[in-house]
């Protein structure tokens, strides 16, 4: 179980970023009438205790850029002070219309990940493969991942910097790669009989000294656009109501700074 749990986390860590597109400047809310060039999102927290609102600080989120042919070629995600996190560039081919890489930097510009994506002749995607580095610039990981002919998953093999294979996993994920651990026998208990039953973990579950007993949500409202139509402020809200009879309403307003071509 933990070595299938082991893929499934890492055909998360490595393909999500990757394999799914982000998406276009919040396509569902946006007039693609006028070609964007950057977005800058940034939110402000208004937390209102029985009745009390307290305004939070208004603090930056990511900014992403786009090309003139509508392609994402950086998101830039900050921290509260407005000191970059983390930038990642795309690589997008001008002839193919396709995305050949992403690569990643962390705030102060060390490279972390770079990614490189493979195609056949008719264009489709077959695979890529992502080199991750220490905050030194050196490598110490190399993930080569396969796809199958209807874009699924097929091999996922992890290298050492040297170039020696470490792992391999193969999807659907083979029975020896599901096998489970087998569960440690206790006190007069024989190793067979600890095997036959399943590995249980105990956890505490405090008592609350307050619990919600109500409360509802408004999903995000644009409140106001600019004048292409693209929303540039938008509120959502959460209220719950405790037991003790506070009442707590956390608001979440987003700005959003657009520029164009």
Same mark, same amino acid.
């Given at each position: 179980?933990n ?9 998360l860590f ?6 799914a ?6 396509a569902?809310r946006?007039?693609p009438?006028a070609?964007?060039h ?6 402000m927290?208004i ?5 009390q609102?307290s ?5 930056p ?17 900050y ?5 970059t996190?983390?930038?990642t560039?795309?690589?997008?081919d001008?002839a193919?219309k ?6 990643? %930097?962390?705030? &102060? =510009?060390? @490279?972390? *990940?770079?990614?490189?994506?493979t195609? !056949?002749?008719s $264009?489709r ?7 991750? %580095?220490?905050? &030194? =610039?050196? @490598?110490? *990981?190399?993930t080569?991942?396969?796809l !199958?002919?209807? $874009?699924?998953l097929?091999?996922i093999?992890?290298?050492?910097p040297a ?5 391999t996993?193969h ?5 020896d790669e599901?096998q489970?651990p087998?569960?440690?026998a ?12 399943p590995?249980l973990?105990?956890?505490g579950?405090p ?11 408004s999903?995000?409202?644009a ?11 938008a509120i959502?809200?959460v209220?719950n109501?405790?037991a ?13 700074a657009?520029?164009y071509y």
């Open positions: 179980m070595r299938m749990v082991d893929a499934v986390a890492l055909c490595f393909c999500a970023p990757a394999l597109q982000p998406p276009k400047a919040d569902a946006d007039v009438a070609q964007i950057t977005i800058r999102t940034e939110m927290t937390t209102e205790l029985n009745g609102p305004d939070g600080p208004r603090v989120l990511h900014s992403v850029t786009y090309d003139r042919a509508g392609s994402i070629t950086e998101i830039v995600n921290n509260e002070d407005g000191s996190a983390r930038r560039t795309y690589i997008n001008d193919s396709r995305r050949s890489g992403v690569v990643t %930097y962390s705030g &102060d =510009g060390t @490279l972390l *990940r770079r990614v490189e994506y195609f !056949d002749d $264009g995607r077959t695979g890529q493969t992502n080199y991750d %580095y220490e905050e &030194d =610039g050196a @490598l110490f *990981r190399k080569v991942i396969s !199958d002919a209807n $874009g699924g097929s091999e093999n992890e290298y050492s170039g020696a294979l470490l792992k996993y999807f659907p994920l083979k029975p599901m489970l087998p569960r440690p206790e006190q007069g208990e024989t190793s067979a009989a600890a095997e036959s039953k590995t973990v105990k956890r579950v008592e609350p000294e307050d619990y919600v007993i109500g409360g509802g949500r999903y995000d409202k409140v106001e656009q600019d004048e292409h139509g693209n929303w540039v402020k959502s809200s209220s109501t405790y003790s009879g506070r009442s707590v309403k956390k608001t979440t307003v987003l700005f959003r657009i520029t």
